[in-house]
Nanobody, 124 residues
């Protein structure tokens, strides 16, 4: 069992930056792929970025070049650095984990463990 806790959300002006953290407990992150998703009311949860357990990252086109996903396995933490934020980035951000099977996972149903979410609000 893996428990995930997100932190780092908040209110920021357009053009600003935030760094989200996703910390795991219960079992080490090593061997697990982690994804970030976001959701706004009445819309489906949307893929943002993912990181493999050893090497490799992938991003949604909407955040490519602005967001960076990274991990510190010693700290059981995955980060999402978000720069040049836009109002359309406003959402609840969730991290999710699944044991790495060798391919990237882009849909919520492919992940087994989820955090509770953290709100990111970008004002114009």
């Amino acid at each position: 069992q893996v428990q995930l806790v997100e932190s780092g959300g908040g209110l920021v002006q357009a053009g600003g930056s935030l760094r989200l953290s996703c910390t795991a407990s219960g079992r080490a992150f090593s061997g697990y792929a982690v994804g970030w998703f976001r959701q706004v009311p009445e819309k489906e949860r949307e893929f943002v970025a993912a990181i493999r357990w050893s090497v490799g990252t992938t991003y949604a086109d909407s955040v490519k070049g602005r967001f960076t996903i990274s991990r510190d396995n010693a700290e059981n933490t995955v980060y999402l650095q978000m720069n040049t934020l836009k109002p359309e980035d406003t959402a609840v951000y969730y991290c999710a984990a699944i044991y790495d099977s060798g391919t990237y996972k882009y849909t919520p149903g492919e992940y087994r463990y989820w955090g509770q979410g953290t709100q990111v609000t970008v004002s114009s």
